[in-house]
């Protein structure tokens, strides 16, 4: 069986440092707005494929976020959902946004439910792995030989940076006109903890590890590269560090992708490197992310995993969103919150063989394959998992 979509995800994925398995499995879902709720119910139904197959039960409760949180109860997450999210040991979350609530002030819009989560569970390094199978080498837009057998992780910064620096805000000027203000902010803890990540995954990987900033024109940046060379010597001689310029690194990542294996960075340019990366595979709609805390007292590593296609508006309730990406991110929770390798590399062969099979959500149509809706590519799946499970 092709095994590449365990590659990005598999490698060293569960065994980062304090790491372990759950005695009780306590899952929370989010499956917010858009095609989010369709993509989750497929989900579901592989968790209930686990009941019944693998003998494996979750404790899990389901809660609304984003917009639908906001028609229901006027904010976009509220305290409560937010303390079930501390009790879990893993969230499962779908999309939020939409244009309905374009029009809403900053503190209502649905994007606040993630980053309160993000900020309320101290998930400060999000994994965005992007990997080319073999099955889908020709629906990226760049030529198969560039992108055959792409295999890189994009560990970005998600608690710091401009998103959440101080001071923030839109003011008017004398003159009536007005300015908007965002802060770029970096400490040198927040820089080693996601340093150590990129580093740990590296280590388990290929060794590699590339560090993204704007050193040349930012101050932030300047430390984040002082901060991240000076815990690779310390920490991790072993691993190959490099550095990259953002914008150099958004034209080699088109150039030639492969010659990364782990790149580490901040929040800004994470956000629009590892979107850049994505599509490098084909589609939003096949990738998986893991948005990862730091340990408690009693050893707990909160976590959040989520697709990172969006709420897709346009497509929402018409049955034809690639649900892949959300049970691939089920799979990376099974790995990095339950240890559960074995479960979640059949989930990701089973993604695979559905390919392989010539199966196509809208998203990754290719001429000479059979389009199938949400509901048909779920069920193509549970038959794969069957059939490995047998």
Request: hydrophobic share 40%.
């Amino acid at each position: 069986d092709c095994t590449a979509l365990s590659g990005a995800w598999g490698r060293g994925a569960r065994r980062l440092k304090g790491d372990g398995m759950a005695s009780n499995k306590k899952l929370l879902v989010l499956p917010g707005d858009g095609i989010g709720p369709e993509v989750m119910r497929e989900v579901r139904r592989v968790i209930d494929w686990m009941d019944r197959r693998r003998a494996v039960t979750f404790d899990l409760e389901e809660d609304l976020v984003g917009g639908a949180a906001m028609d229901a109860r006027g904010v976009p997450i509220t305290e409560a959902t937010l303390d079930k999210a501390k009790r879990a040991d893993a969230v499962l979350f779908g999309a939020v946004g939409g244009p309905k609530w374009d029009t809403l002030g900053f503190d209502k819009r649905p994007e606040i439910a993630i980053l309160s989560l993000r900020k309320e569970l101290g998930l400060f390094a999000n994994l965005r792995p992007a990997t080319v199978l073999d099955p889908l080498v020709d629906a990226s837009t760049l030529k198969p030989d560039v992108v055959r057998g792409l295999d890189l992780m994009i560990v970005r910064e998600s608690t710091g940076g401009i998103y959440f620096g101080q001071p923030r805000g839109v003011e008017t000027l004398p003159d009536g006109t007005k300015r908007g203000f965002n802060t770029e902010v970096y400490t040198t803890p927040e820089i080693e903890r996601v340093a150590r990540v990129g580093f740990e995954l590296a280590r388990k990987r290929g060794n590699k590890l590339c560090s993204v900033e704007k050193a040349n024109v930012m101050e932030s940046g300047l430390l984040w590269r002082q901060t991240v060379t000076a815990v690779g010597a310390a920490e991790f001689p072993d691993v190959q560090l490099s550095h990259m310029y953002a914008d150099n690194c958004a034209m080699q990542l088109v150039r030639n992708p492969r010659q990364f294996d782990v790149i580490v960075t901040t929040n800004l340019f994470g956000d629009l490197l590892s979107d850049l990366a994505s599509m490098l595979t084909g589609s939003l709609g096949m990738l998986a992310s893991a948005t990862l805390g730091g340990l408690d007292e009693g050893g707990k590593r909160h976590a959040l995993y989520e697709p990172i296609h969006g709420s897709a508006p346009d497509i929402a309730g018409r049955g034809i969103a690639n649900p892949l990406a959300q049970i691939l991110s089920f799979a990376m929770l099974l790995r990095y919150s339950f240890g559960m390798e074995e479960d979640a590399s059949l989930i990701e062969r089973a993604c695979t063989k559905v390919l392989s099979g010539g199966f196509r959500t809208a998203d990754i149509m290719q001429p000479g394959m059979a389009k199938v809706s949400t509901q048909v590519m779920g069920e193509q799946l549970l038959r794969e998992l069957d059939k490995l499970a047998a």
